[in-house]
């Protein structure tokens, strides 16, 4: 982590581009030897199409079209780019000094058939273009280059999304096409009040990464912090979001999730409109939304499609699985061998006989149960679809039947184990049901060396911890702690749309979200004696997020 | 970022829990036997005495913690032996209440495992939490005091649907007279647990309303009697007060009583839980308050003595006393004698030089 | 340097807490290191040395609901004998290959020997003793030594001690005599000046011999049957006698503990009624200034139903209904009577009229304490019945009203 640092800010310092050894050459003006520069500068990809033309008919002109097949359109590059220019249906105006209007002006202007073409002079620009599946035409004498955006090629087209899946609700999902992304949320959100801002990250794969919020309703320190926060990443490569999620947030020493990622564009567009921002990295379909709190991790789109009492209740169920993974195995390790006396007798009775053969411990015996568990979870997830489901039979059933029938695990176990497995599926965020399988270890060892007490403890630690988790300012568990009333709308309750203000004006709902205005730089303050500034120094000590290094 | 606000909500439950902490477990006024309940209400009337007094101290500085203004108000040769006596005192409380609750939870349940054992892991948490800092842990009382909360009434439910209830046993009222309550409270319950709210000194700098802040704690405080004393009646009436009054723990056997139809049973681990959590605030606030006295007086970063102050409470705790017999005894006599001092003595004495100060500096315009 | 602290903090909570894992669990007990205990017997041994023989009924799980029984009796009995309960139970781990769990004992029985000499001291431990419930109900084993009783096997319940507990709840739901009586129960009666505890009967009924086999459950009618009987009356921790019949429903109904049980009256001319008293309500109080000679008013309000009413009687006018519930009511006062009597008899304020006093008249209560007994031999009450009927069931009247 530490030596990674030093590599990202060093690289940072030179903006160059990939394979420009030579630094930046920058158009020559002469054809061929800017052709041959991009040759070399791309290392002489086979992939890379040049197509000399003579263009003009009046002033005829040596001009070239460079594109990358595959990232290009190739449609848009044949019949708008060299199409248009071999057909020349207008000519080259002479201006007054009687010499022909300038070849990029020209093209501009009056040849090309495409929604999108500018000029550039800078190398740098237009390798990055060509780059993206842009064409760069060229033309001999001229110190600029006109890009044509012909970008497209083979994409995922829009699917249901299979992360997040529903009932009912809007069957489509985010792609990998940041563009097509935009697209989506564009299309529920038809307000100009919907931002969109750019930026390119990483120094190797200049990916393209959008930033979208309400004006209005999002928060300007909020906007601003993210803003501030993604400028700040300095890395070579960004092939998914998650690593964007792991530069911008608050505290990286934790198992909980502190943004929300989705693949389902009305949750995007949900949030946006409730004062988030949202984050779009090209080339992954899941999209980051920012701030999130605890509670979020815990509704899905569907909560607002079916009647709010049933969604309370689908709440509720969620949040009991939660509890019931994190301390299912903990409790009944911790009930058997150290506080029988709850048990009653009858059960008792029962799991006695049980265990009267098991050779080992109950400990020994849930973390087997449980590590076999992981084993089936990771192979049926890797697994293609089709094997996948031979290995959760192989699994569950035989595994599971032949290891009781065996006499080696207890049915009981087998039960406990196979209910904190299954509330780990009903947890709609799969990162944070993760979390809640890392955490419910902790809980199997504590509750077995200590019985309640290590688990009462336990507890007490895992919510300062998650106290001590902020989002971009705002505390984890709120509305909960601090308590807010007004902020209970939508946690473990979901009020009808008509209680919940969805109706009213942003500025309305702006006022209703006073916890958004004050966004701190994110770290947890601590506590600092409020005489003494001295202090201060004692606490940057602690700053240990990435964000904070400069 | 500067200054930690911690809001009014996060205060009240911070002092509920401390107050409940483990006197909602343990023995508590049981010398005035069946009226226990009667001397905690007359003990909590004399703590929010002696807790107006606090305020009106923190009013006058509302940005210092005690040691700082006895400091001010003491001058430096006298206010620093008085501040760092009181850091003693903070920590000798901890110690104290860590003893008390590893001890009782080795009684309650785990007989066998070592005390030292138990009170490490305690403080190992404590330390954790605060070093996450004293919001995180107010914040977090915020969501124990729902859980510890929710156990009572769970309780109340169920022994009153086990019919084990009989508030006959409360009667005669102050059969003795009102000598044993009023015997009481001026032994034990102005002391434990209201006087030692004089830890909130050290706390209420960080409260985010300086108008309000007091009240608050005062209803939390007024809050935590009225529970604390449906909890002693509560005792009284399902056990009996011999029983009650002979029990170390007597909400343990109380709960124990609740049998609903042979299934939920001797759910008196709950009552561990909550001595648990009681224990841990408890101790955890006055070990805060010791590191702020540190802090603030020796101008260290408030982190850094947090894992040395951790062990000396944790060996405080350990060679404190033999048996929880002697550790009780010394507690009750210490609260005769020693804790007024700097509950009531000192406290007193620095509201006198804050009034005078006031009085002669306030009317002058120029 | 500076993000080192992290790992260095990682680093000292590893250390601390390792060796918490080494040494491993001290409290922790597998359940198949567990012996579970359903039911103690405790006896009067020989002699000072071997006071207390306890016998503890331990649960054979395997037996009552596992896959590879062996046919073997479901519980097993263990004895230990000492000079103390503890020293008993220590010592019966002799025989016992598990810890003896004391946590789910149901039921305590102590002997008629040990409780005529005395059960003070034995309930010391039953109350300290963290793993003990205070929910175990006590029983006194009537003429016969205590042990006889958890050694005989039972039809309805494989365990012997549940199948006591549940004929305790049955019995108290419908014949009334016997009521719940937990070991706190048994502690409070104790302590009350002048009286003592009431504590039920337990004995066995029939042929003891081959009891505590499955040859007791061959024969349609079981040779030996456990049977809840008396109660037991104490005065302080000794047993003095044994309430029967209306002395003992009275007793139950003095201490507000039954709501219903058939109450049998002979018609001066129809022969015998039976109801079902299926609700009743007492409440006790005390008059007269003077602590030296006060007056208990005993208020009872029943409800009944006829059950049984083999005669010509016109249940259809009210009048006649209202004669019944007269005698009723006749009835429940002589039943309450003989119950004062009996603990007058006995000098044993059981009933708790002391505490009444003392809850309404502490000051009277505090001069009058040390010669209670006295006060108790010769104080007045009154009994304030009422008794209604609600109904006849489902017919008016009988048959033999018009043959």
Known sequence: ??????????????????????????????????????????????????????????????????????????????????????????????????????????????????????????WNDLLLAVLSGDTAVLADGYLSAVICDTRGGEARSVEESSSQMVVRGPKDGFVESVATNISLIRRRIKSPKLRLEYTKIGTETQTHVAMLYMKEIAGEDLVDEARRRLNKISIDEVLESGFIEELIQDKTFTPFPTIYNSERPD?????????????????????LILPAVFTQFFQSAEDYSQRFDIAILMRIVRYVSFIVLLLGPSVYIALTTYHYEMIPTTLLINLLSQRETVPFPAFVEALLMEGAFEILREAGVRMPRVIGQTVSVVGALILGSAVVEAGIITPIMVIVIALTGIASFAIPAYNMAIAG????????????????????????????HMNSLRSFGIPYLSPFVPLSVKGQKDTILRLPLWLMGRGKTAAQLREEQPEYKRVTTGHEAGLAPLIRDNAAAGRSEEKVEFHEEE | MGKVKIGLLQFFSITLLFELGTSLVVNLGMASGRDAWLSILIGCMAGLLMFWGYAYLYRKHPEMPFTAYARKLLGPVIGTPVALMYIILYMNLSGRGLRDGSTMLAMATMHNTPLFILSMLMILSSSYVLHKGTEVLTRTSLVFTMIVLMIGLFSMVLLMLSGSINLLQLLPVLGDGLWPVIDSVVRQNYMFPFGEMVVFTMLMPYLSDMRKGPWVIAAAMLASALLLSATIALNISVLGADIAERSPLPLMPTISKISISDFIQRVDIFVVMVLIIGVFFKMSVFFTAALIGISELFNLPYRRMLYPCSLIILFTSMLDARSFTEHLDEGARLLYTVYPVFMIVIPVILIIITAV?????????G | MKKNKPVRCLLLILLLGLPILLTGCWD?????????????????????????????????????????????????????????MFEALANASRQTARFLSLAHVRVLVVSEKLAREGIKDMMDVLERESDTRLTSLVFVAKDQPARDILSTMTVFSKIPANDLVEKLDTTSKQFGYNYRLEVDDVIRGIQLRGGGPVINGVTIDG?????????NMKTIAPRAVIRVTELAAFKDDRLKGWLTGDAALGTALLHNKIKGYPAVIRHPHEGYITFDVYQSQVELSVEGSDPEHPVFIVK???????????????????????????????????????????????????IGFGQLMERSNPRGWKKVKDHWEEIFAHCEYRIDADAVIRHTDMRNNSFQVNP
């Open chain 1, 1 to 122: 982590m530490n030596s990674r640092r030093q590599t990202l800010r060093s690289k940072s310092k030179e903006q160059g581009l990939p394979g420009s050894e030579t630094g930046t050459p920058g158009l020559t003006g002469s054809l061929d030897e800017d052709i041959r520069n991009i040759r070399i500068a791309l290392g002489g990809s086979p992939d890379l199409k040049v197509r000399k033309i003579q263009a003009g008919k009046e002033y005829p002109l040596q001009a070239a079209a460079v594109h990358i097949s595959g990232l290009a359109d190739a449609t848009a590059v044949n019949e708008f780019v060299i199409g248009s220019l071999l057909s020349d249906p207008s000519g080259q105006q002479p201006d007054d000094t009687g010499s022909p209007e300038p070849f990029p002006a020209w093209l501009i202007q009056r040849v090309l058939e495409l929604g999108s073409a500018e000029v550039t002079v800078e």
């Open chain 1, 267 to 287: 949750v995007a567009a949900g949030n946006l409109l409730e004062g988030r921002v949202v984050i779009i990295v090209d080339g992954t379909p899941f999209v």
């Open chain 1, 437 to 464: 399988r890392i955490i419910r270890f902790a809980f199997l060892l504590l509750g077995a060396m200590f019985g309640f007490y290590g688990i009462t403890l336990g507890l007490i630690l895992l919510v300062a």
């Open chain 2, 357 to 365: 100060r006031s009085y002669f500096s306030a009317p002058r315009p």
């Open chain 3, 28 to 84: 922790s007990v597998e359940l198949n290191r567990r012996a579970i205990v359903s039911g103690v017997a405790i006896d009067r041994g020989e002699g000072e040395t071997e006071k207390y023989v306890l016998s503890f009924q331990v649960i054979v799980a395997d037996e009552i609901s596992g896959q590879n029984a062996r046919g073997i009796s479901p519980v097993a009995l263990y004895t230990g004998k000492g000079r103390t």
């Open chain 3, 207 to 215: 042929n003891r011999e081959g009891a505590d086999t499955n040859d």
């Open chain 3, 300 to 350: 009872i309000i029943q409800q009944a139903a006829v059950k049984e009413s083999p005669n010509s009687l016109n249940l259809t006018s009210p009048k006649t209904l209202e004669n019944l519930s007269q005698t009723l009511i006749e009835d429940t006062v002589q039943k309450m009577r003989t119950a004062v009597e009996a603990a007058k008899k006995y000098n044993s304020d059981y």
